[in-house]
Each structure stands twice: as structure tokens, then as C-alpha cells.
């Protein structure tokens, strides 16, 4: 079962949305939210990465900067850009990306489902990040970054939010990426005890984004004794079927000593065939391998795919078993300095650029991970190895807030 809850969220004022609601504060360094937010002082940047409004190469972790943007949250409430609402409500949030379309139901889910893994998560959280969140939320007495959840879909709820999404949202905005994000109200008794019922039958909700907001949200709520409303923690919740993942590509420092014909040679024992091709793979166990200027099609030999483990046939995991180990000698991606990791939402122009300028030696390109292959790990309590997915689109900040 999954237990959620109505809350009063806080929310933009509906003609100041566009100004207000940002990407979230891990896809963007301090330099480009700087950028970002330049000119725009309701940007909620000024919140979520309040160093911007600091002197460049104040410590990210710096006391000041946490209160730097608990002064700027305090601002917006104080001049009605951000409003709370009078009662609890379930919002549904739609994003259109292009030709695809997900409403998620925002909603306030329980901390001690996360605590108690009925929340099920598939990534190790690091404790400086959580400590981050933890110092965030506790600053401002509100979560504002949401969860980013999933669920198996259910007929009868895919009917309920496509009528409510049929009547005129509350905001309705395009933001500055082409992204559109729209949101209704669900504020009805009926409708309320319906998506609780709905939610109650659900065997388990699967955290798709957002590990180190859970955690941090399920240490504060420890840290409380549940005080007030920090037994809850803000989320989005999208049925598995309208999930879109990119890839999660690899971009490498050096050949580990090796020329390229040397890596060939290796590279022939681990995939079937080495061949020029697109970029872009077009099925599970196949690659884009960028060098040289050009682009190779590989395929995985079936004797390493053909396994019953959902994490041993992972491509991240065959990449990095195989390859990026005994090959390259990267032995733990988590902490190497030879290795970076470029969302697929830059496509491959992006990693042909790194390696063309230089910087790296080569780049590998993936097939996205499906999120069926995520639920069965998770459902196995499985954990995924480092930048397995990346989730396209992101949501907002500040859409909707969580006051504590």
C-alpha cells in the first residue's frame, strides 16, 4: 500500500510562475544558475542555490549561504509571489517535452514508508549530499525540490486525472527549455478519499529521482519526532507507462596507456562486432563508441548478456564490468577523476564535442534504461550501479512547496 496525503502547498502566484519555478538545484553548477537567474530576482534559484547571491567562491556548505536563501524564501512569501493555499489539496502536474506528455499527482507521501523501504529505491545516496538537503530543508522549514516517484499505472486513476485534466489548469506556463508545465487542483472530499483509496491498493511506489531529497526528508522527520508536518515528504508520483529515461552516457580521460588499436584488439573480446555506425544505439546491448572522429557500433557478445541477474545484464553494469575495469582500469566510477557523465538529454553533439576539444579520449554512448527493468530491482532490493538513469523532463522547483 502507499499512503498519501492532501497538504496546503505553497505555491507561485499563477501569473508570476514562469519568473518563479526552476530546474532543480543538481542539473547546474553555481556559474550557469548564476547565468540563469541574471536580472530575474524571483527566480527561485535565489533559494536553491543561494551562493549565486553571494561573492563568487563562497563554500558551497557555508552556514551563510543556507541563510541566504531562507532570507530569499522568506522575501517571496512576504510579497505574495508565493502563496500559500487555506486547505489541503492534491495537485496534478502535467509536463509536455515535445511529443511526450506525463501528469504526475503531487502529494505528500509518508517518511516512514521511505524508512521502513515500502518507498523502494534502487541508488546509494552519499552522506555529504544528504547533509546538504538536510541543512536545505531545515533553513527553510519547507521542502522544495520534489520527489520524483513512480507506480505501476492503474486504469481507473489514468480515467479520473485525464477528466480533471480536461478542465481549465490553475498554471499554465512554457519555460524557457520548451518544457510546459501545467497544474489543477484537486480539492473535492470525494475526490480527495478517492485518490487515497486509489493509493491504498497500490503495492509499492518506486522512487524514479530524488534519493538524497528522500533521505534528507526521512532524517529531518527522525530529527522531529514527526513534529508538525515533517512526517511527510513532497512528491510527484507518475505512472510507470508515461516515464521517459535517457541514457546516461560515459566520457573518458585516457586510453589507460592503450592506442587505439590496442583497445580495438581488447574491445573484440568483449562485443561481437566493432563497426563505424550511429551514435545512437537502437536496441539494449548495443553501444555508440566515439574516437578518432568517428563513431562505432558494438554489441555485446551474448555469453555476458545471456544472465538471470536484472542488474548483471544492465548495460551500465556490462559496461563497467567488462570495459571499463579490466580495460580502462576504472575500477570504481563513483570515485575515479578519469571518468565524467553526460545526461542524454545533451545528446551525443555534446560528447563529440568533449572528445573533439580534447579533454577526453573517447565516449561511450548508451540505450536508455527501461523502467521496468528499474522496478525489478528495486522489488528485488537491488541497487543500481552509479548514473544508471537520467529522467527527462525535470521537475520544477517550486511549483509546488512543502512547508514543515
Request: glycine residues 6%.
Amino acid at each position: 500500500m502507499a499512503t498519501l496525503k492532501p497538504f496546503a502547498a505553497l505555491r507561485p502566484k499563477p501569473e508570476l510562475a514562469a519568473q518563479i519555478c526552476e530546474l532543480p538545484y543538481d542539473v547546474m553548477s553555481s556559474n550557469e544558475a548564476r547565468a540563469m537567474a541574471a536580472g530575474n530576482p524571483l527566480s527561485f534559484l535565489h533559494i536553491s542555490k543561494p551562493e549565486i547571491d553571494l561573492p563568487v567562491g563562497t563554500d558551497l556548505y557555508s552556514p551563510v549561504v543556507y541563510a541566504k536563501g531562507a532570507e530569499n524564501f522568506q522575501q517571496l512569501i512576504a510579497q505574495g509571489a508565493l502563496q500559500p493555499d487555506d486547505k489541503p489539496n492534491f495537485y496534478l502536474y502535467r509536463q509536455i517535452m515535445g511529443a511526450h506528455s506525463q501528469v504526475g499527482l503531487v502529494a505528500a507521501a509518508s517518511c516512514e514508508e521511505y524508512l521502513a523501504n515500502l518507498i523502494k529505491k534502487h541508488e546509494f545516496t552519499r552522506p555529504d549530499k544528504e547533509d546538504d538537503r538536510v541543512r536545505h530543508i531545515e533553513a527553510l522549514n519547507s521542502q522544495t525540490g520534489p520527489v520524483f516517484l513512480t507506480y505501476r499505472a492503474v486504469a481507473a486513476f489514468d480515467e479520473f486525472v485525464a477528466k480533471k485534466i480536461s478542465a481549465p489548469p490553475v498554471v499554465d506556463f512554457t519555460g524557457q527549455d520548451g518544457v510546459r508545465h501545467t497544474s489543477w487542483t484537486i480539492s473535492g472530499a470525494d475526490e480527495t478519499k478517492f485518490v487515497e483509496n486509489q493509493f491504498a491498493q497500490i503495492p509499492a511506489l518506486y522512487i524514479a529521482d530524488g534519493h538524497h531529497r528522500s533521505a534528507a526528508a526521512g532524517r529531518v522527520f527522525k530529527a522531529r519526532n514527526g513534529a508538525g508536518h515533517s512526517g511527510q515528504f513532497l512528491a510527484v508520483i507518475f505512472p510507470h507507462n508515461q516515464m521517459q529515461i535517457l541514457p546516461y552516457n560515459r566520457v573518458l580521460k585516457d586510453l589507460n596507456g592503450l592506442t587505439s588499436y590496442e583497445l580495438t584488439l581488447k574491445l573484440e573480446q568483449v562485443f561481437d562486432s566493432i563497426r563505424l555506425g550511429s551514435a545512437t544505439p537502437a536496441d539494449k546491448h548495443a553501444l555508440g563508441w566515439y574516437i578518432d572522429g568517428q563513431w562505432h557500433r558494438l554489441t555485446f557478445r551474448r555469453k555476458f548478456t545471456d544472465v538471470a541477474d536484472p542488474i548483471e545484464c544492465l548495460d551500465v553494469t556490462l559496461l563497467q564490468k567488462h570495459v571499463l575495469a579490466p580495460i580502462f582500469g576504472i575500477d570504481d566510477p563513483r570515485t575515479s577523476k578519469r571518468i565524467n557523465f553526460v545526461g542524454g538529454i545533451r545528446g551525443p553533439a555534446e560528447l563529440e564535442k568533449l572528445v573533439n576539444s580534447g579533454e577526453y579520449a573517447c565516449a561511450f554512448s548508451m540505450f536508455p534504461t527501461s523502467i521496468e527493468d528499474l522496478m525489478e530491482i528495486a522489488d528485488a532490493g537491488g541497487i543500481m550501479p552509479p548514473k544508471s538513469t537520467w529522467f527527462e523532463p525535470k521537475l520544477r522547483d517550486a511549483m509546488f512547496c512543502h512547508q514543515i
